[in-house]
């Protein structure tokens, strides 16, 4: 376990698919040198196959005796989808408008569908997904190499990529599978909460975009902080599939509200709710009771009273509010630690703990770290 | 008669102990071993000895395909020899795989084929070399690997990031377009031969600082491989300036999605370069002391499958390594230390955090302490046999 925990929380009931978070990573992270096919932020469709296909069912995580289970490792073409593109340089020439591989896979191939029968009880929502930065990740229990590491300092679970050797163990490991292969460097790559945004007290660049504002983003000890209130004060916001037992730290606020289903008719059938309550406990176990329960009695009393700090923090005023990443914090970890305060990885194995000579570290601005050798 | 069937299984057991592969003779020859590849001239005159590769079973890993395909995998046999001249040391391996595996680029599941030779650091006392797989505390070993891959494109660290962005998104076209993904292409190393030194496998560091030079080859021949390895007889992590030497081999097959702690891997062999020193050769191949018989018995009254899987018919067990393999790679000398010293080696590439229930060392003062218990109080006759039982633990050859 980290000293502190950076832990993010989405509001589904505010969450309009529209994929702004997906695109903001894609441009920022994963859109070259072998993680095109790489999401990670998704928004799946849910019920649906989700990304990649049947996540749920490729196995890792911990059964609850705390023994790491085995998984799958996903395929490309059949399981995340192959990122196409289009002949445009050739359209000049008059050749019709073609893509460049027969797509017959991909991410959110199924969205919005749902299930039920439309226009009786058909229903979907939108479940975005970056990784949980768990508290106890199943990669990092896969990785025989003891590449992955947890930041002491925020909780971020990260890829050591000098030390990864592309056996993608973690894959098997991660019961979410956000943890993805790059076949161009033969290394496994992940989410990194975009902590060198993090570390300069910008958000990730999924929470900062979304129109919706549905993402909330601080450490959970902050008590003053809105995640820490979702989380342990009002107990609204639930990790997703706990029972893997990796104490994830992305959390939920469950969707809420639903339409009333149809009659054969065509009549709303009075009390009825389409959204099926097993659906959420199967996502988000028991608790989901309670925290509906309390979203709707904080709706009420805020209907009635106008009060409602709990309904207060879901219209998600101002971002100043919703990120509380105070970036002193990590330049004060970083000057404790004798570190640059962009270094990416702990220093553990850079130095190059049985190399005499250790790796150079190239930045961009601030000047290169040299390594040292032997400890 | 059931004494007598006893009798009959212990001398059978025994004789299969004692089928252990022997000593390789390496050749000295005058000519460059530089770039050896294996049609290079420097094999003519070279001995080749036949050593077993046991499939690794000590610790279950957890891809659950890879597993499946792995279920009661037999022992591969390869054929080596050795040459060496003043300066540098070569070994060709040649082993039997039907199917040439390529880790593809455009695939997330596909592995390669590949070997690995390995070194110790230090092997004055042939009876605590370095643990087989990949060293241990205290214990460093050296490793080649060499591995079939399309390219590779290793972040290398010197500032090409003008180069990693995705082609359609620079603000070229044309020629300019197809110079940057020449440039691009250029940067990509299909070669994946990677050096590596350790104590043990999660301490494993890669040589990148040019510390270590050696040159490693793998061609695919008539349903096998021949895999090439030079490098110096000395630098700063090994001396191999010695009467006999202590070298390990693996292999890895992709179709059976192989990749490290999934492979086939020798014992300690020794490998003779000059004759006389018989010390390093006895201990690695020498007769094994003890009743095979005796030590299942025994091995079976002092409950060693309590924590340990034995034999491929016994359950799994994670509170200790699995030892249905442990004959084929494991030294009677690593074995006997084990039982009377267990703290000396602790298996390194075990993750507790994977299985919090099933602690197979706990920490003190940084070290690595076994939760075994030390059977240092055993008579050495019972010793013997436990050691004689445990070296026929392993998988038959295809």
Not at chain 2, 23 to 30: D, E, M, R
Not at chain 2, 236 to 246: C, G, H, S
Not at chain 2, 364 to 379: F, I, L, N, Q
């Amino acid at each position: 376990m980290s000293k502190r925990q950076l832990a993010m929380v989405m509001d589904l009931n505010k969450c309009i698919g529209c994929q702004t978070c997906t695109v903001a990573c894609k441009t920022q992270w994963t859109n070259r040198n072998g993680r095109e096919y790489m999401y990670w932020n998704n928004v799946e469709t849910y019920p649906g196959t989700g990304y990649p296909k049947n996540w749920m069912e490729l196995g890792g995580g911990f059964d609850a005796a705390g023994d790491l289970q085995p998984g799958v490792i996903p395929n490309l073409e059949a399981d995340y989808g192959v990122p196409w593109d289009y002949n445009y340089d050739a359209l000049q020439g008059g050749a019709s408008f073609e893509p460049n591989v027969e797509p017959t896979w991909g991410p959110n191939w199924d969205e919005d569908e749902g299930a039920g029968v439309f226009p009786q009880d058909n229903y979907f929502f939108y479940l975005p997904r970056i990784c949980n930065h768990c508290t106890n990740p199943g990669c990092l229990s896969a990785c025989p190499r003891d590449a992955i590491f947890k930041r002491e300092q925020d909780g971020v679970v990260l890829v050591d990529l000098d030390r990864c050797q592309g056996y993608r163990y973690c894959i098997a490991g991660c019961p979410y599978k956000k943890i993805y292969f790059n076949p161009k460097i033969s290394k496994s790559e992940k989410c990194i909460l975009c902590f060198p945004r993090i570390e300069q007290g910008l958000p990730p660049a999924c929470a900062q975009q979304c129109v919706g504002r549905i993402r909330f983003v601080g450490f959970l000890d902050d008590e003053e902080g809105q995640v820490h209130k979702l989380v342990n004060k009002y107990k609204v916001a639930i990790g997703l599939r706990t029972d893997y037992g990796t104490q994830p730290n992305v959390y939920y606020v469950p969707p809420t509200e639903s339409p009333a289903k149809f009659d054969a008719d065509g009549k709303i059938i009075e009390g009825s709710t389409r959204l099926p309550i097993e659906e959420l406990e199967k996502l988000f176990g028991p608790e989901v009771h309670g925290a509906i329960k309390t979203l709707k009695a904080e709706m009420k009393k805020r209907k009635e009273t106008g009060e409602s700090e709990l309904m207060d923090i879901l219209i998600a005023y101002q971002h100043s509010d919703m990120f509380r990443l105070d970036n002193n914090y990590y330049n004060q970890v970083a000057k404790e630690n004798g570190q640059h305060p962009l270094a990416p990885v702990d220093n553990r194995y850079i130095a190059g703990k049985h190399t005499k000579t250790g790796h150079e570290m190239k930045f961009f601005h601030g000047g290169d770290i040299k390594a040292g050798g032997h400890h | 008669m059931k004494k007598l069937t006893s009798t009959l299984l212990a001398a059978a057991t025994i004789a299969s102990a004692l089928a252990a592969d022997t000593a390789i003779n390496a050749l000295k020859v005058s000519g460059s071993l530089d770039k050896v590849t294996n049609t290079s001239a420097v094999w003519k005159g070279a001995k080749f000895s036949t050593v077993t590769l046991y499939p690794q079973t000590t610790i279950k890993m957890n891809d659950k395909n890879a597993n499946e395909l792995n279920v009661d995998a037999k022992a591969v046999k390869a054929e080596v020899a050795a040459v060496y001249n003043k300066s540098k040391i070569a070994f060709l391996i040649k082993w039997p795989d039907g199917t040439k595996s390529v880790q593809q680029s455009g695939k997330t599941d596909t592995y390669g084929d590949g070997f690995a030779v390995q070194f110790a650091s230090n092997y004055s006392n042939p009876a605590e070399l370095p643990y087989i797989g990949m060293g241990s505390a205290g214990r460093q070993a050296v490793i080649h690997l060499q591995k079939e891959t399309a390219k590779t494109y290793e972040p290398n660290g010197n500032g090409n990031v003008g180069t990693q962005v995705n082609p359609n998104q620079t603000d070229l076209f044309d020629k300019d377009l197809k110079a940057f993904n020449k440039t691009v292409d250029s940067l990509g190393n299909a070669d994946y031969e990677r050096s590596f030194v350790g104590e043990g496998f999660r301490s494993m560091t890669e040589i990148k600082d040019g510390s270590s030079q050696s040159s490693s080859n793998m061609t695919y021949v008539k349903k096998g491989w021949a895999g090439t390895l030079s490098r110096s007889l000395k630098d700063e992590y090994v001396d191999l300036n010695a009467a006999a030497i202590p070298v390990a081999f693996a292999v890895w097959d992709g179709d059976k999605l192989g990749r490290n702690g999934l492979k086939y891997l020798t014992s300690w062999t020794a490998v003779v370069l000059k004759k006389g020193d018989d010390k390093l050769v006895n201990a690695l191949h020498g007769k094994i002391e003890g009743d095979a018989a005796k030590g299942k018995e025994s091995a079976l009254a002092n409950g060693c499958t309590g924590c340990h899987q034995m034999e491929n018919a016994d359950a799994p067990n994670l509170m200790g390594p699995s030892l249905t393999n442990i004959g084929g790679y494991a030294t009677a000398d690593y074995l006997r230390e084990s039982l009377v010293n267990p703290s000396a080696v602790v298996v390194p590439g075990y993750n507790r955090n994977a299985h919090s229930n099933y602690a197979w060392y706990n920490i003190e003062d940084g070290k690595r302490v076994s939760t075994m218990p030390d059977h240092s109080w055993m008579e050495k006759a019972d010793i013997d046999n436990i050691v004689a039982y445990l070296k026929t633990l392993k998988a038959e050859a295809k």
